[in-house]
């Protein structure tokens, strides 16, 4: 078990957590998760977070001179695999006259590393960070964990609202997978039953292949453009589209979750969360799995070195929470709900709200797994998926009891003052 404040390429500063099976390497900036590494069977360390060129050539003493996309969209500057958007998700918007980034101040500003430590009482290796927004009067506090003997990355992402009026805003974990875990032929899935494509896309977003704003509850048949359907669950080569997709979770699930599997590598990306049904007081929802399929669309810069050239970027983002789609909380607000759910979270004045959200990261031993499954279900000291009469074992905490208490028990350490 260890946990250490590194420095990487460019300068950057970042905490690392390892745990022997997993490691996470989790930057300041924006609180971008740029390693989440495991073992696997061929005993080598991979890395399945997404790290575009882009962002990773960037050297932190260049951005006062940024020009271009790089000034527009601060995200580009240190866009990485994992992290958590509030109170934005998706296109740069304006709220009641405050402009707000593309996917939220917590994934462009940096934030504060407040602690990090062992915990006593379950063996983890954790890090607690924080920012502030002063504008709006809010407090978010994330604590990021790994438990001994389980490849998952615990996160609590905590909000507090100061202001005397009450807050709303997107609040979506995203998850970004690249090479060398993403390639041809990985299988998808997740818990939605009910899903829908985006509506009609901005010229400037890149080449797309599904139709627009259509409902649909099977990821094999997804309606294309032209009328026909196309099999989503197997990541196709490079298709120069890049596509949206977002499913209701479904309200009677105790465990919400999604999955990317590589069969030849038999290797499993697995998120999960607390569902509709076990939502505790405090909890912040989650309502919408999401699938970001960049299979070389994006045909503008930074995503390609010059614009309406070659795509540089092959990734899946698989992520879960509560937005409008990718269209930013001001739409979110206006719309109200999709598919007959909330498209964002209000935080009474005075109170917080907590998105939980865990990702394993894990190789398997049945190769009938890398099939695909057709179940994910809490089992004793974790979590099972199932395939007929074949199943995998994934050791966690699906209750989250554990870094439940360990924010409470930091939080009720810190005051006010200190944040």
Same mark, same amino acid.
């Given at each position: 078990?260890?946990? +250490? +404040? ?22 300041? #900036? ?71 980034? +593309? ?10 590393? #407040? ?7 379950? @063996? ?68 939605? /039953? ?70 030849? #590598? ?41 614009? /309406? %050239? ?10 879960? @929470? ?5 269209? %930013? ?74 870094? +439940? ?15």
């Amino acid at each position: 078990m260890d946990v +250490r +404040r590194i420095q990487f390429f460019g300068g950057k500063a970042a905490t690392m957590l390892d745990n022997n099976l997993v490691r996470c390497v989790i930057e300041d #900036q924006g609180g971008a998760g740029v390693e989440f590494s495991a073992v696997n069977l061929c005993g080598g360390r991979e890395n399945c977070a997404y790290l575009p060129f882009f962002s990773e050539c960037r050297r932190l003493d260049d951005l006062e001179n940024d020009t271009g996309y790089w000034k527009d969209t601060p995200l580009w500057r240190h866009f990485a695999g994992t992290s958590f958007s509030f109170p934005n998700y998706g296109a740069a918007c304006a709220v009641d006259g405050e402009p707000i980034p +593309r996917d939220g101040v917590t994934a462009v500003q940096p934030w504060t590393l #407040q602690r990090y430590g062992t915990d006593s009482k379950s @063996g983890g290796v954790w890090m607690l960070s924080s920012m502030r927004n002063s504008t709006k009067g809010y407090v978010i506090r994330k604590l990021d964990l790994l438990l001994p003997g389980q490849n998952v990355h615990y996160t609590a992402s905590c909000v507090t609202n100061n202001s005397d009026e009450p807050l709303q805003g997107n609040a979506v974990w995203s998850n970004h997978i690249g090479s060398p875990f993403l390639e041809t032929g990985c299988m998808i899935n997740a818990c939605a /039953k009910t899903w829908m494509t985006g509506p009609e896309k901005r010229e400037e977003s890149g080449r797309h292949n599904l139709a627009n704003g259509v409902q649909f509850d099977d990821l094999s048949r997804i309606p294309v453009q032209g009328g026909r359907t196309a099999d989503y669950t197997t990541v196709p080569s490079p298709n120069g589209f890049t596509d949206s997709i977002t499913g209701r979770v479904p309200r009677d699930l105790t465990l919400g979750w999604s999955s990317v599997i590589n069969p030849r #590598q038999q290797m499993l990306f697995f998120t999960f969360f607390p569902g509709p049904a076990a939502l505790q007081e405090g909890d912040m929802p989650i309502n919408f799995n999401n699938f970001l399929f960049n299979y070389g669309g994006m045909d503008n810069v930074p995503f390609a070195l010059y614009d /309406k %050239g070659t795509s540089q970027s092959f990734s899946l983002g698989c992520g879960s @929470g509560t937005s409008m789609f990718d269209l %930013g909380v001001e739409v979110s607000l206006e719309k109200g709900t999709l598919m007959g759910v909330d498209t964002t979270v209000t935080i009474p004045c005075g109170e917080s709200r907590t998105l939980y959200y865990a990702t394993a990261f894990l190789p398997f031993e049945n190769p009938r797994i890398g099939l695909n499954f057709f179940s994910a279900e809490e089992s004793e000291g974790g979590i099972v998926v199932r395939r007929t009469k074949s199943w995998a074992f994934i050791a966690a905490d699906s209750g989250f009891t554990a870094i +439940r208490r360990l924010l409470k028990e930091l939080i009720a350490e810190r005051s006010e003052s200190d944040i």
